[in-house]
C-alpha cells in the first residue's frame, strides 16, 4: 500500500530499529525516543486492523511479539510487558496497519531505563536494539 510507513520498513524501504524478523512478521523499536524499549510487531503484509488479520498471520504475529517481550524482559530486566494492539482509526492512531505496542511497564511504574541525554537519539536507540536483539539471537527456539 502507497504511503504507510509501517510497509515501507517491512520491506526495509525506510529506516527503524529492527530487534526480529521472519517471514511473515517484523518487529521494531518505536521512533519516540521518549520511551526506551517501547516496540512495535506488525505483519508484513498490509492489514488495516484487527479484522482483517486471518488467522495464519494472527498465530505469527501473536508468537512474535510473545518472543520479543521474552527478549526484551530479558534484555532490559522491567517487570515486564504490557501488550496493545492498535487498529486503524479507533483512539488516536498515527499508522493505519495492524500493529502490536510492546510497553514497558516500568514507564507506568515510575522505573526508567537509564537514557543519557548528552547520547544522540538514533544512537541511544541502536544500543537498546542491539542488546534486545542479542538476548533473542541467544534465546532462540
Ligand atoms: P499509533 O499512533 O498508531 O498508536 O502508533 C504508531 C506508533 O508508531 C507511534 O508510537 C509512533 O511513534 C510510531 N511510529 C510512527 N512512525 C514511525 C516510523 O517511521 N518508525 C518507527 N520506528 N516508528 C514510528
Ligand atoms: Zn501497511
Redesign the pocket.
Known amino acids: 500500500m502507497m504511503g504507510c ?2 510497509c ?2 517491512a520491506k526495509g524501504e ?4 529492527v530487534v526480529y524478523e521472519d517471514q511473515a512478521t517484523m518487529a ?5 525516543p521518549a ?1 526506551p524499549g ?1 516496540t ?1 510487531v506488525i505483519p508484513k503484509m498490509h492489514v488495516r486492523n484487527i479484522y482483517d488479520l486471518n488467522d495464519e498471520t494472527a498465530a505469527a504475529v501473536m508468537r512474535t511479539a510473545t518472543r520479543v517481550a521474552r527478549g526484551l524482559r530479558n534484555a532490559l530486566r522491567p517487570d515486564g510487558m504490557n501488550l496493545m494492539q ?1 487498529n486503524e482509526r479507533a ?6 496497519h495492524f ?1 502490536f ?1 510492546l510497553v514497558p511497564r516500568w514507564v507506568g511504574d515510575g522505573l526508567r531505563l537509564p537514557w543519557k541525554p548528552e547520547q544522540g537519539d538514533a544512537q541511544a536507540m541502536a544500543e537498546v536494539a542491539s542488546r534486545i536483539r542479542k538476548v533473542l539471537i541467544e534465546t532462540k527456539e
Do not use: K
Open positions: 510507513i509501517f515501507a520498513i525506510a529506516p527503524a530499529e521494531f523499536l518505536d521512533i519516540n520511551t517501547h512495535l492498535a483512539g488516536f492512531q498515527s499508522v493505519f500493529h505496542h
